[in-house]
């Protein structure tokens, strides 16, 4: 995400490269890039303004220390500037009450019905909560459907009433419904339209006057840059909610309402959301945005995604596997699976430091795994516990059952055991071995 931004930012900071001390001149000369940067991600000339001028005012304020250049002092002035401006700490949802009522707005396009399921999975499963999912849209033909096949997708169950053209009544009894049935978090999803208007705005007004949601959350397209704060400022206005929740940050964004939303409205970020998948839902943090935006990485946020999928158990098993070399191409796809998991392979490749840059250019997809996927998924129960055993004809049979070339199962059965050596030399100690091995090839 943000690599338009992050590339301008870059180049902005090089102004200062080589630089013995930071001037009024060479600050000037950076900050110009840096508004721009700014500008061209969306963000209003005023906001850009009034962040370089405090940008401003604290590098000139600063005396560089000797073991920091100019240019890394401004990365650091800048850094803490955005998380400031995005505001600077993380703020979770309030889910207290019998039940917790969690009312969710927006546009219709926005992808709050998406965004409900994601918001449901994950109080069941970080919060330990049970969910009662309800069809608040009344207009859109397909939504209630769509809320039933993620509901199904999420395992939560979704409160309807057919036919029923009163979203007020539905939001009351559903809630109703919950107390009876003892259940702790009601997510309430509601209509969107292509504008905001007065019939919508009066709708929801009245679903929140009557359920009184300890949350009111709204959901906007991040792609839509400056009108997503602009549309933020008037469900704002008329709603007072309680926190923004951003949607396709994987998309072709420029970054203007993650950047600017809570100078806008004073509300905080608490969610945002990355590709269509059920887990493609995070906290937000201010700070490991800034780093993201400037190119650092987030491996805070890359270690807790793994810790999510890889328990201490299983490490154990496969660290036995590993060490009496039975690791096999079962083990194999179930890393494959867990890895996927984690979310989409760009974004995860961004979280590591430099790295992004060093990818620039470089198409990462989901669709990485897929060929290796369909060659494991030829092989036979025996040959998948048993690698050393796939022999010529096995391998004939697997490319073509996989739809690949004999060549391409040959370089996996390979990679995979070159793989499965250097895991054994690393698990036995021997990682001075394992490093001198990876040198020579």
């Known amino acids: 995400m943000f690599e338009n931004l992050s590339e301008k930012f870059d180049r902005a900071f090089k102004v200062l490269k080589g630089q013995g001390k930071i001037t009024e001149i060479n600050v000037a000369e950076t900050l110009k890039e840096v508004r721009k ?6 963000v209003s000339y005023s906001i850009a303004k009034e962040f370089c001028d405090s940008v401003k005012q604290k590098a000139l ?8 250049e100019p240019g890394q002092l401004m990365v650091k002035i800048v850094h803490d500037e955005l998380t400031d401006l995005m505001g600077s700490t993380n703020e979770e949802i309030d889910i207290k009450g019998s039940p917790a009522i969690i009312l969710i707005s927006g546009l219709q396009g926005s992808g709050k019905t998406t965004f409900a399921a994601k918001l449901a999975k994950y109080i069941k499963e970080k919060k330990h ?6 069809a608040g849209d009344i207009y859109r033909p397909a939504a209630i459907n769509q809320l039933q096949v993620l509901g199904e997708s999420v395992q939560t169950q979704v409160y309807t009433q057919e036919g029923v053209k009163d979203a007020v009544k539905i939001a009351k009894e559903s809630v109703q419904y919950a107390k009876d049935k003892g259940i702790n978090v009601v997510i309430i999803d509601t209509a969107g339209r292509l504008a905001v208007d007065e019939q919508m705005m009066e709708e ?4 929140k006057q009557t359920v ?19 549309t933020a400022k008037a469900f704002n206005d008329r709603l007072d909610f309680n926190g923004v929740v951003l949607t ?48 650092m990485g987030d491996i805070v946020s890359l270690v807790e995604k793994a810790e999510e999928q890889f328990n201490e158990e299983q490490a154990r098993k496969i660290s036995k596997k590993i060490k009496t070399n039975d690791f096999n191409f ?30 620039k250019g470089v198409e990462i997809n989901d669709d990485a795994f897929k060929t290796i996927e369909a060659m494991i998924g030829s092989m036979t129960p025996y040959e998948k516990e048993n690698p050393a055993k796939i022999d010529g004809s096995r391998r004939k049979r697997i490319a073509a059952g996989s739809g690949n070339s004999v060549e391409a199962v040959n370089k996996l059965i390979k990679q995979f055991e070159d793989t499965r050596k250097m895991m054994k030399m690393v698990a036995s100690g021997g990682k001075l071995n394992a490093i001198k091995q990876m040198k020579r090839r």
């Open 204 to 207: 929801i007004s009245a679903i």
């Open 330 to 359: 079962n083990d194999f796809l179930a890393q494959i699976n867990q890895i996927k998991k984690m979310g989409n392979l760009k974004d995860l490749v961004g979280m590591i430091p430099g790295v992004s840059k060093m990818m």
């Open 37 to 42: 940067a700014l500008i061209s991600a969306d």
């Open 129 to 134: 909560k049970s969910v009662l999912l309800v």
């Open 212 to 230: 009184k949601p300890q949350e009111t959350l709204f959901v906007v397209d991040s792609m839509t840059g400056q009108d997503a704060v602009n």
């Open 248 to 295: 396709k940050l994987d998309g072709d964004t420029r970054g203007g309402a993650a950047l600017t939303i809570r100078k806008v409205v004073t509300k905080p970020i608490k969610f945002i959301s990355i590709g269509e998948k059920m887990e493609a839902l995070d906290l937000f943090y201010p700070e490991r945005m800034a780093n993201r935006i400037l190119g």
């Open 61 to 68: 304020g600063r005396n560089v220390l000797t073991a920091i």
